[in-house]
């Protein structure tokens, strides 16, 4: 089962950028689909952006043109890169792992962004 390990989160100021990374462990990622998502406390989570194996990406309306995703299948890695950062962006961020039937998501890492 993949284990996914997220990191970069932090503090950030409004206007700032942070970089958020997830490495997989017990699986190689190279073609298979990845996401971010994030979720503040008392909602649901939000879809934030996904990559195909193929590199196609996919973004949520809000973070298109902020955000990008991309990925490093040579480091079981999946990126998350997050400009112009503003207050509504503080969440817990989790990536995601498309296996056969549905999403496995890591613990995440915490952004906060201070105005």
């Known amino acids: 089962q993949v284990q996914l390990q997220e990191s970069g989160g932090g503090l950030a100021q409004a206007g700032g950028s942070l970089r958020l990374s997830c490495v997989a462990s017990?699986?190689?990622?190279?073609?298979?689909?990845m996401a971010w998502r994030r979720q503040v406390p008392g909602k649901r989570p939000e879809f934030v952006a996904s990559i195909t194996g193929g590199g196609c990406m996919n973004y949520s309306y809000p973070f298109n043109g902020r955000f990008g995703i991309f990925r490093d299948d040579t480091k079981n890695t999946v990126h998350l890169q997050m400009n112009d950062l503003k207050s509504e962006d503080t969440a817990l961020y989790s990536c995601?792992?498309?296996?056969?039937?549905?999403?496995?998501w890591g613990l995440g890492t915490q952004v906060t962004v201070t105005t």
């Open positions: 995601g792992f498309r296996d056969s039937f549905d999403w496995a």
């Open positions: 017990r699986v190689k990622i190279a073609g298979i689909s």
